[in-house]
Nanobody, 121 residues
């Protein structure tokens, strides 16, 4: 599975961005997918995940971010609204063929290159 994230950029606080992750290769709509983010010197942080039947969000983004997937197009999106400077990070999409904790980066065995999001105050 190959993952390619895009859509990052510079935005003012309160603004919106939409990230997209395109999946190719042996993808399955049953495989959970997720977004993580990372800032220098900090462990990769869970943002949101989607399975075949549910979604899961970090408390810090709940109500502001929406994760969605299009199984026909093999894409994963993250709509980010009301962005805050603390949301500044490199965002990574991930997928997994394993069972485990959706919030843990160690559970995911496929990662895309990150896309940078910068929120100015």
């Amino acid at each position: 599975v190959q993952l390619q994230a895009s859509g990052g950029g510079l935005v003012q606080a309160g603004g919106s961005l939409r990230l997209t992750c395109e999946a190719s290769g042996r993808t399955s709509s049953y495989d959970p997918m997720a977004w993580f983010r990372q800032t220098p010197g900090v462990e990769r942080e869970f943002v949101a995940a989607v399975t075949w039947s549910s979604t899961l969000y970090a408390e810090s983004v709940k109500g502001r971010f929406t994760i969605s997937r299009d199984n026909a197009l093999h894409t994963l999106d993250l709509q980010m609204n009301n962005l805050k400077p603390l949301d500044t990070a490199i965002y990574y999409c991930a997928s997994t063929t394993m069972s485990g904790d959706l919030r843990s980066p160690y559970y995911y065995n496929f990662w895309g290159r990150g896309t940078e999001v910068t929120v100015s105050s």
